[in-house]
């Protein structure tokens, strides 16, 4: 554990930001911190630069923005670099994606034009719908690791760039379980050698990342990272790692919902989901494996929030139905559709009915700016292996082995808080307030 107050390095220098997939997330993500940094739009959504800090009593007044409590790289110190399987730069692929505003795009043209992906690990077997044609070969998946490797020295010497992190943005891949060769680091690459199907592509930049330095934060549902494999690499080599599955629309509703009906003790027949999405995510979750991925991400919410096996009486057998439906004309405006049975005092029933109809881009790429400067951060403070304290920005929050994971949002967001209290010395915040009393 990290003493409290333990020293931080200074954010000195450049900041390299290594992103894969080149879609809408990434995008709007990069889009985004140059239309901030022109002062052409504030960074709504993002608690590294929005977000305040209470320390100390409610009487003491103290309440610094986040980015002045804790030493974050500032945004005029990020630099983009991406992996993608098509040649589009980032203004092509942000025109393509139809997320932002024409116009706004146009204005920032010149730095977007500048962002070209390198040629990234793909294989069909995991990602059946996309058909990638800037893509590297390699004689076996370690010769694609070294592959990437090359190109991350090669990006922070092009770029002069001090530090870097990684932040997986592409394509959820197809479901598939904890295998043998994930157990440790030896047989993991062992079997990257020979070409063993059980090492998905996400993995092999897991893998590269971690072997050159660099933190890895997974935002796919995607196994990635959950595998004593790669927690073993990121513990040898000092960094940090955090995933899985941004939390945005739907989830993010029931992180909200679910912890206020448990606080009321108010019961649960069923919470049935459905989603309409048209973008390349969408298209992705129409084929049946990599929806599994993104189901088993979605159900396991409920479960942990409302804990049946220690509120029977509440919440035994309740229906938990989720469905994602591919809908071209819709692009990147999803629509999450939520009916929720419920009930009350003497058992009486009741409805919510939830119709959000979110941006599902704008609602990840704030997540995707502070996931890299709090990872940055973590990385130079000496914080090692899982990140629970970054659960607030996850569906499926990693955790160790021995616990369950925290999915209320609330209680992420103090464990969050309080982190950086630590981390700066300051008091834990444990909103007793019988102290006001005495």
């Known amino acids: 554990m990290i003493e409290k107050g333990a020293p931080i390095a200074e954010p000195k220098g450049k900041l390299g930001v290594l992103l894969v997939g080149m879609g809408a997330v990434t995008t709007t993500f990069i889009a985004g911190v ?20 209470r320390l100390g009593k409610r009487t003491e007044g103290r309440s610094p923005l986040i980015k002045d409590f804790v030493p974050l790289a500032g945004l005029e110190d990020l630099v ?40 990234a690990v793909f294989d069909q077997e995991y990602v059946k719908r996309l058909h990638g044609t800037h893509v590297k070969k390699g004689k076996t998946k ?34 598939i379980k904890q295998h043998a060769v994930h157990k440790t680091l030896a047989s993991f690459e062992k079997a990257m050698k020979e070409n063993h199907k059980a090492i998905a592509p996400s993995m092999i930049y897991a893998y590269a990342a971690l072997k050159s330095g660099v933190g890895f934060a997974n935002g ?18 000092n960094l940090p790692l955090c995933g899985k599955d941004f939390k945005t629309g739907q ?18 027949h069923g919470w049935y989901s459905t989603n309409i999405l048209g973008n390349r995510d969408g298209e992705v979750l129409d084929d049946p494996g990599s929806f599994k991925t993104k189901e088993e991400s979605k159900l396991s919410v409920l479960e942990h929030i409302l804990q049946p096996e220690v509120y029977p009486d509440l919440y035994t057998d309740f229906s938990h139905i989720v ?47 502070d996931l890299a400067l709090f990872m940055d951060l973590a990385q130079r403070t000496g914080m090692r292996g899982i990140q ?39 008091e834990l915040i444990t909103h007793l307030g019988l102290e006001y009393y005495d």
């Open 388 to 426: 629970e304290w970054l659960s607030f920005y996850f569906k499926s929050p990693m955790c160790a082995p021995q616990l369950y994971p925290e999915h209320d949002l609330f209680i992420q967001l103090m464990k969050l808080k309080n982190t950086l209290r630590h981390l700066r010395g300051e």
């Open 34 to 53: 140059e239309a901030i940094k022109k002062g052409l739009a504030k960074p709504i959504g993002s608690l590294t630069q929005m977000g305040t800090i």
């Open 251 to 268: 989830t993010l509703m029931k992180t909200l919902i679910a912890p206020g009906l448990k606080a009321r003790m108010l019961g649960l």
């Open 323 to 369: 469905r994602i439906n591919y809908y071209p004309p819709r692009g990147d405006n999803k629509e999450g559709w939520d009916n929720i049975d419920i009930f009350g005092w003497l058992g009486y029933p009741m409805q919510i009915k939830i119709d959000f109809l979110c941006r599902d881009s704008i609602l990840a790429a704030p997540i995707v700016l």
């Open 142 to 175: 370690m010769d694609l690791a070294e592959q990437l490797m090359a190109d991350i020295a090669e990006f922070k010497k092009k770029n002069k760039c001090s530090r870097m992190v990684m932040v997986w943005c592409a394509s959820t891949e197809v479901f």
């Open 80 to 119: 983009f670099g991406t992996w993608d399987i098509f040649e589009e730069n980032a203004y092509e692929a942000a025109m393509h994606a139809g997320v932002l505003e024409k116009e706004l795009l146009l204005q920032l043209k010149p730095q977007l034009s500048k962002v070209k992906p390198m040629p």
């Open 220 to 237: 796919a549902p995607n196994l990635t990272v959950d595998i004593p494999a790669i927690t073993e690499l990121a513990e040898k080599q």
